[in-house]
């Protein structure tokens, strides 16, 4: 079958999908593009679908969605159903991404996928805020890997990469999608705002070779409670970080801060992202030595948003984002 491009779709393009939908034999649908780019469901690591109101049903998976002159322009993948049956919402693999995949199969028998060594997220109107950026796009650099390309090109926690080899990276997911789809040894330009200033790097990219292949004792608690002035951290409760908690929680000991114990719901921190867990390293780019240090910071703080930087775990070595917190209280 001819393939088209993925590249040239666009949201309202008519798309018919067909596959065997039940084991009923061949099948054909009709809809149209609903939504490209698509990604954060956790099918895949590396996630960048188009998204169709074609009726899609369990069977259909791996065939073909073709555009009106009959190309393929993506591979039948997913539903999002309660029923299990179709309700508008399919995803299918762009045919552009199935092709660089095949391609690297046929010559190399293998997908070698580039790695930075950052772990980005996105921008909140919170975080963009807090950084006086003019906007939210490009991708918040969180953590940076120690020896890794990114390091070594100076790319530092808290810089937001705008661009990477003249493309607009619009957030995280762009940015990952970007990133991966180079091979190990590119070459590659990166542009980023660092301390409020523009700044261009270059990184040579290494393999990704991952992609080839709570607890609380209430021990040192201190709460941050109401005070006389505004305070982001109103409804939470902070801890030092003892040889305990590292061990029960994961914690390395290059990790220092204080241990966020509990935090009350709706509040500013929990509409934030903050959680339970969480380790509190960083407020407005001060570092947090212990929960007496983080109390203080917070209640110093004269900006409209507190801007944190956590260690949050998770099973592995765990990664550190940022969080803006409005410092108003709720009435």
């Known amino acids: 079958m001819a393939l088209g491009s993925s590249d040239a779709a666009k949201v309202g393009d008519a798309v018919v999908a067909v596959g065997n939908p039940f084991g009923l034999g061949q099948s054909v649908s009709r809809g149209i593009v609903s939504a490209l780019s698509r990604g954060g469901f956790g099918i895949e690591t590396y996630e960048d679908f188009i998204q169709t109101d074609a009726a899609i049903n369990p069977g259909n998976s791996g065939g073909a ?10 591979i039948n993948t997913a539903i999002v159903s309660e029923s299990g049956g179709n309700q508008g919402i399919g995803f299918a693999v762009p045919v552009n991404m199935a092709r660089h995949v095949m391609e690297r199969l046929i010559s190399g028998g293998k997908v070698a996928r580039g790695l930075m060594g950052v772990f980005p997220q996105d921008i909140t109107p919170a975080l963009a805020e807090a950084f006086n950026l003019p906007n939210s796009n490009g991708a918040l650099v969180g953590n940076v890997t120690p020896n890794f390309p990114a390091e070594k090109a100076g790319i530092k926690s808290g810089d937001v990469i705008t661009s990477f080899n ?7 997911h762009d940015l990952i999608l970007m990133v991966s789809d180079c091979e190990p040894g590119t070459k590659a330009t990166v542009d980023l705002i660092q301390g409020g200033r523009p700044k261009t790097v270059s990184v040579v990219l290494v393999e990704n070779e991952r992609a080839a292949s709570s607890s609380n004792n209430g021990n040192n608690s201190s709460s941050v409670a109401a005070s006389s002035k505004p305070d982001a951290l109103d409804g939470v409760t902070v801890q030092d970080v003892d040889a305990d908690t590292r061990g029960s929680l994961g914690i390395p000991t290059a990790v220092k801060g204080a241990l966020v114990s509990a935090v009350t719901a709706d509040s500013n921190s929990a509409n934030a992202g903050l959680q339970r867990g969480d380790v509190i390293v960083e407020i407005n780019r001060l570092a947090v030595t212990n929960s007496a240090s983080a109390i203080k910071l ?20 765990g990664n550190t984002l940022w969080l803006g917190v409005d410092n108003a209280k709720k009435s």
């Not at 969605?65 to 993506?74: A, C, E, K, N, Q």
């Not at 507190?306 to 998770?314: D, E, M």
């Open 65 to 74: 969605l073709f555009d009106t002159d009959g190309r393929v322009v993506g």
């Open 166 to 172: 003249g493309k607009k990276v619009a957030d995280a």
């Open 298 to 317: 917070c209640t110093d703080a004269k900006t409209k948003q507190i801007l944190l930087k956590v260690w949050r775990g998770g099973g592995g070595p």
